[in-house]
């Protein structure tokens, strides 16, 4: 064979090895091929191995995977007029591939922006408790609103999670002034209970001791023990009810005579 043949073979190879290159594919079975033939949209291929005519047809991958985007942080300014710093996340991926190519320019970067906006139009009407004490509910309410708008792209956001809320100092050392407050009430408010369950216990101890003096007796016998066991140097000298009360009567029979 002379030097043109070898050389023509070699081309006819390199040609040939091009084509079976640009036309023999493999798909992970996370990805699907939308082949467009001649601008025309062309049955969903994948996973697997796969062919496709060079020049011809345009291969576009599209990843099914789930993907995340995390919300640059953004200064919202809230329903009861409080500025805060919100940052969160979304979770979306493509379940129709076809609709996530001839929908949208780029479904992801979409998908981002529609994150954005939504973000602070919801934030933007929520308090600023609800957004502290109700955060699945506001993450329910963005989840809605984006997938609402991605699905026609093919699309699925899955989860909407808000991940930081900076707030001013002033609007924290305010919130701490509240909380302080709110728990000396509730320890007023507790004090307040003992005290009213005391007295109430003591007057039920009352009634039984009026009915059982010899109760009242052993309870000072007690109460002197008690004193005796600390090793200090106060004295006490029990008086009877019983006389304190003939005291009381003589007084008021003294004041009684004319």
């Given amino acids: 064979m ?11 190879l390199v040609v040939v090895a ?11 079975e996370y990805e699907r091929g939308v082949v467009l033939r001649l601008g025309r949209i062309q049955p969903l291929k994948g996973p697997g191995l796969i062919f496709i005519i060079p020049i011809i047809d345009q291969l576009i991958r599209v990843n099914l995977r789930t993907q995340t985007y ?30 996530s ?27 600023l408790d609800d957004l502290l004490s109700k955060r699945d509910e506001v993450n329910s309410s963005l989840q809605q609103i984006i997938d609402g708008v991605t699905d026609p792209w ?17 609007m924290r050392r305010a919130m701490a002034s509240q909380a302080e407050a ?44 008690e004193l005796g066991a600390e090793r200090n140097s106060t004295i006490a000298f029990p008086v009877p009810m019983e006389l304190i009360r003939l005291l009381e009567r003589a007084v008021g029979d003294r004041d009684s005579t004319p």
Avoid: C
């Fill in 2 to 12: 002379s030097d043109a043949t070898l050389i023509g073979l070699a081309l006819a």
């Fill in 18 to 28: 091009t084509i079976l290159w640009a036309a023999i594919h493999i798909l992970p």
């Fill in 70 to 99: 995390d919300i640059p942080p953004q200064d919202i300014i809230t329903k009861d007029n409080v500025t805060v710093h919100v940052n969160a996340v979304v979770y979306f991926n493509v379940v129709e591939a076809t609709k």
């Fill in 101 to 127: 190519v001839l929908s949208i320019d780029d479904y992801r970067f979409g998908t981002q922006q529609v994150a954005q906006t939504t973000l602070r139009g919801v934030l933007g009407q929520t308090t």
């Fill in 154 to 170: 093919g699309v699925k956001v899955t989860l909407v999670e808000v991940k930081d809320v900076i707030l001013p100092e002033s």
């Fill in 182 to 225: 709110e728990r000396d009430r509730r320890a007023k408010v507790i004090h307040a209970l003992g005290e009213k369950e005391a007295a109430a216990n003591l007057a039920d101890a009352a009634e039984i001791m009026e009915q059982h003096p010899a109760a009242l007796q052993l309870r000072t016998l007690g109460t002197l023990l």
